[in-house]
Every structure is written in C-alpha cells, then in structure tokens.
C-alpha cells in the first residue's frame, strides 16, 4: 500500500491578476473555507510557540458550531511550544501533515511523521518541537472537556498507517472510517477520525444529527452536500457544519477522497 498524502497550505499572497471569485462562503448551518483563502496575511501568531504560524479555521460561536476549534499551525525549524494549551481543561488531537514533530507527553517523548496522530487528554504536561531542517504543518483540533465519573482518557500517540480502516456495512470497503478511539469508551467525549472514500463511493442518505463537524481534506476531490446545496470540496479545503445540518457526498476521483473528521460524542445534553 502506498503511503497516503496530506495537504498542507502554503501561504504566500496571490498576484494582482487574480480574478477574486471564491468557493469561500458562510451559510447558517455551514462555512467553507478553501485552501485558496489560507494565505500569509491571514496567519495568526500563538502565545507561548516560538516560530510558529496558525490558521485558525473554527473557534465556538453562539448560533453556530461551539464545541471545538481547530486549526492548521505551522512550525518552522527549531520552533514550537513548552506550554502549548493555556486552559487545564482543554483536551487536544494533533494530526501531522508534514515534515516531523516532536511531541513530549508526561515526560515520554513520540516523534511524529505525516499521519502522526496524538490524544493529549484534559491537564496533560505536553510539549511540541520541531527538531527538524524542515517546515512542519500539523491540525490541531480543542475541546472543552466534559469530564464523566469513572472514565478517564488516557494519552497516546500512534500513526495511521499503521490503524487498519473499519470498512462500513454493505459498502464493500468503498466508505471506511480509521477511528483512533474505541468509539464505545465513554472516556472519549469527542472523535477525531479519517474518513476515506474510493472513487464514486458516497454517502448515500443526508446525515442530520446532533454531532457538530471539521472537516479537513486530506486528500481528493468530492461534491459535498451542505444543508440545501452541493459545493465541490477538495485537498486543503476545511467544512464547518453545526449541529443538525445535512451532509453527504460523491467522491469523485481519480484518487481517493479523505478527510480528517471531528465530532462531539458520548454525553447527555445539558438542559440546566
């Protein structure tokens, strides 16, 4: 099996000849952000990372989505954080995307190379370092945890190349999920998987559900459906979906189509 790619913006700032049409666009139920909007001068610097770059593609907004934020940071040679996440209560997915990473967690050392995936619990002591002579780009997904008595997640750190995909029923392996977590350990208040798609699979009904939605492509091309339309998604672009709005797709080749998927899962809804 060849190993998979994943996209990873480049920055820099178009000419002055570029027409401004965009597949950019917010709706109430949905946000696209395209990989052709993810430039220098929309780059935001984080406290505590030294030579580092973000792209912050999500952050919790009332009526909208407001579980999680995710983003893409860049780190640049010799940089990186000692203190990565300033709020105790926040639990962290750190996907790579390129070059290689360094990612001490409770004193235990994981160099991450692309596909590198890392669960850093609620209050874990972390740190992030890019030894390296390369740049490396990672998504980094944050959720408020919501603590449940009797389960406490555990950290890790692990490659998907080496996770074997969950093949969903009665698609013949077309539609598969590369899951990280036991999606039944109620530890686990949230799931950030990779979906992946051959060439014409599809979603073959519009999900509508609770669980709210960041999607990374990773890899491909597709035509999603969003709410009431259907926009052409490929490597590089992030959808945002809040919760209850409908989402399918067509995976349209010639590769594979694969995003990086989070939702929030396995708790009561809070009424009071």
Known sequence: MSEPTYYAPEGGLPSQTTLLTSRA?????YTVIPRGVLRDIVTSNLPGWANTRSWILAKPIAGFATTFAQYIVEVSPGGGSTEPEPERGVESVVFL??????????????????GGYAYLPAGANWSVANESTEVAAFQWVRKAYEPLEGYTPQPF???????????????????????????????????????????????PFAETHVMEHGIYVLEGKAVYRLNDDWVEVEAGDFMWLRAFCP??????????????????????????
């Open 25 to 29: 666009v917010v709706k109430e139920a």
């Open 97 to 114: 995307l390129t070059g290689t990473l360094n990612v001490v967690i409770e004193g235990e050392k994981h160099s991450l190379t692309p």
């Open 157 to 203: 750190a692990v490659q998907e190349q080496d996770l074997e995909p969950t093949p969903m029923p009665g698609t013949n392996g077309a539609w598969a999920t590369t899951r990280f977590v036991d999606p039944n350990d109620l530890a686990h208040d949230m799931h950030v998987n990779i979906v992946t798609f051959e060439p014409g699979a599809v979603i």
């Open 247 to 272: 989402q399918a797709c067509y995976a349209g080749g010639p590769g594979k189509f694969r995003y990086l998927l989070y939702k929030d899962v396995n708790r009561q809804i809070k009424l009071t």
